[in-house]
């Protein structure tokens, strides 16, 4: 089992997200929750990642993780290829040069993070997560600010990682390249 989630709740505040969630994933797999804004989406991913405490039930996780959130997390000042090589050194992370090609952001290893546009900014953040490689991905909202191609390599980069066994659990507000992955609305 990649990730299992039993009985979970969400409390924000005094506001009940959502109670009862049960997802289970393993290697190969992904799913894709779905849900308006406020739903507790990106909540869901912060406790599947340990970085938000459930407010009932249990989670299990591999040791190892990727998490993509909303920030990109890379120093401004810094050329790309610098700032990703930070996160690479304490990732333990090989292949960034391949994750940064996969993403078509390698061309742009030399220019500070802060030239880039939104959209390279995620392009490395994902090239972060695939040069990671932990076993699960979890992804909030991971196509915000790219475009057509952008969202092509997210895809093709998610079919690789679970066809290598990796597993994918995403929030998103739009459909994504992710052929045969399960879906779950929050209501």
Not at 109 to 119: D, E
Not at 132 to 161: F, I, K, Y
Request: with cysteine; charged share 20%; aromatic share 4%.
């Amino acid at each position: 089992m990649m990730l299992a989630m039993r009985g979970v709740a969400c409390l924000r505040g005094d506001r009940l997200l959502f109670e009862g969630l049960d997802l289970a994933l393993t290697g190969g797999e992904a799913l894709v929750v779905t849900g308006p804004n406020g739903i507790g989406k990106s909540s869901l991913l912060r406790i599947a990642a340990g970085l938000l405490r459930p407010a009932a039930g249990t989670v299990e996780r591999p040791a190892r993780l990727a998490w993509l959130g909303e920030q990109a997390a890379l120093d401004g000042d810094q050329p790309l290829g610098e700032a990703l090589g930070f996160w690479a050194k304490i990732d333990r992370a090989e292949g960034l040069e391949a994750a940064m090609e996969t993403m078509g952001v390698a061309h742009l290893a030399r220019v500070p993070v802060r030239y880039l546009s939104t959209g390279q900014r995620r392009r490395a953040a994902i090239a972060r997560t695939i040069a990671s490689a932990a076993p699960l991905w979890l992804l909030d909202e991971p196509s915000n600010g790219l475009d057509v191609e952008g969202v092509e390599r997210l895809g093709h980069a998610m079919t690789t990682h679970r066809s290598n066994g990796g597993a994918v659990l995403a929030a998103s507000h739009i459909s994504l390249p992710l052929d045969g992955a399960r879906t779950h609305a929050l209501a």
